[in-house]
């Protein structure tokens, strides 16, 4: 379901989601440049399946992504409520630009 891509993309979310929390630009220009390179990385070794297998994971991560940003909505902790609200943001973001793709 998830794979180093995503773990990659989660580092870069943290980075720069401490970078804004605690008003530190070069922590999040850091994690910019790691979520960018995460999501670049990963749409060139990414194989596209349209099989109803890959429909079914592709619904369960938009499932997972808004899990987060409710949790990141209930939690009301600065750095890991913006951590889980920017990352379930970055993983719809990502399915809904992979309908299109």
Known sequence: ?????????????????????????????????????????????????TSARQKEIDKTRIFVGLVMILLAIVIRVELLSLFLYAWGVVIIAEQILNRFA
């Open 1 to 49: 379901m998830f794979d180093k891509y995503d773990l990659v993309m989660g580092i870069g979310v943290f980075f720069a989601s401490a970078g804004l929390v605690y008003n530190h630009p070069e922590v999040f220009f850091l994690g910019l440049l790691i979520l960018f390179y995460s999501i670049f990385s990963k749409e060139h070794h990414r194989v596209i399946s």
